[in-house]
């Protein structure tokens, strides 16, 4: 029978906080008012964080954000994590259920293996949207010498898709639809941006852009009213929401709050900013998150180690699979 490190495997298990609840309810005030008012408004900057560094994996580091004790989650998003990882440390094999998992290589490249015999390279400028749904075990490493750094963001899954069979849709750097116009290139990993779409599906309605400003530049994003969004910067330094805010740098991430009129940016410095733009439909179920496996009950999730444990119900691959050496 595999062994198992519960330390490793759920260093992400449930940590009381009251974050999302102050972020909820400051969200919700704000949208109550942009109802009343009957006007347009701009989504605006409501709480803002910087990512804070940690070890995972093994011996990988990362900036983590979403999914850390200031921000447990914001529905649908269970954790962003930028990532930095360079051999022979990396993310071994490891296990998911109940959500997507979705890698953007910014530098490098890391070589992804699962229990399914799927295999491959993600490199600069590519995306993999992993749908684990009932279960996936896979591994991550670096496939180059580093730094290999890039994003990854965990998606909630309703509870009608969490137990859904994976599936997998890849994206190459060339592939990826993008726009420009004044000074503003948009790279449209999923939703729409300057009239172009992304071919991507998200069960959960999402939207990923990755948006470079030139110097001086500004830019206007619509959001669909009903989502959650956020801003993590990259890049250079710029101003989100409104003129009167703070100007904001690399590493930090930036929760919206609600308004029709989507968000407004400008990059007032004389170097380029970068920065993701991401929103997706809330659920609004409940979440039981023990590390990599998130379901809405704790029978669910009691359920789910067992079917770990004992290889079933989309754990059975796992029983003889173990990810191989990565060749660089």
Avoid: C
Wanted: proline share 6%; charged share 25%.
């Amino acid at each position: 029978m595999r062994t198992i490190n519960y330390r490793l495997l759920f260093n992400l298990s449930p940590i009381k906080t009251k974050t999302n609840f102050v972020v909820s309810s400051l969200i919700k005030k704000m949208s109550t008012e942009h109802q009343t008012s009957g006007i347009s408004k701009h989504r605006l900057v409501v709480k803002k964080l910087l990512a804070q560094p940690k070890n995972e994996g093994k011996g990988a580091f990362v900036r983590r954000s979403i999914g850390s004790m200031e921000l447990r989650r914001f529905d649908p998003f269970l954790l962003l994590d930028e990532f930095s990882v360079t051999p022979p440390a990396g993310f071994p094999d490891h296990p998911h259920r109940g959500f997507e998992t979705v890698t953007y290589m910014l530098e490098g490249a890391v070589t992804h293996q699962d229990f399914s015999g799927s295999k491959g390279t993600i490199r600069t400028g590519d995306v993999q949207w992993m749908t684990a749904g009932r279960g996936i075990i896979h591994s991550e490493m670096p496939a180059e010498g580093g730094p290999n750094r890039g994003l990854q963001l965990w998606i909630n899954l309703s509870s009608e898709d969490k137990m859904i069979e994976p599936r997998y849709q890849d994206l190459l750097r060339e592939e990826i639809k993008r726009a420009e116009k004044d000074g503003v290139e948009v790279r449209i990993i999923a939703g729409e941006s300057m009239g172009v779409k992304s071919p991507v599906f998200t069960r959960t309605p999402a939207m990923y852009l990755d948006v470079i400003m030139k110097a001086g530049a500004e830019w206007h994003q619509s959001i669909p009213e009903s989502w959650n969004s956020f801003v993590y910067v990259l890049e250079g330094e710029g101003v989100f929401g409104s003129l009167k805010s703070s100007t904001a740098t690399a590493h930090h991430l930036l929760l919206l709050g609600p308004g029709d009129d989507g968000l407004s940016v400008w990059n007032n410095s004389t170097e380029p900013l970068r920065f993701v733009l991401i929103a997706g439909q809330p659920l609004h179920e409940p979440v039981v998150q023990y590390g990599p496996f998130v379901m809405n009950t704790q029978a669910e999730i009691q359920k789910t180690f067992e079917d770990y444990r004992f290889h079933r119900n989309g754990f059975e691959k796992a029983k003889y699979w173990r990810s191989q050496p990565v060749s660089r």
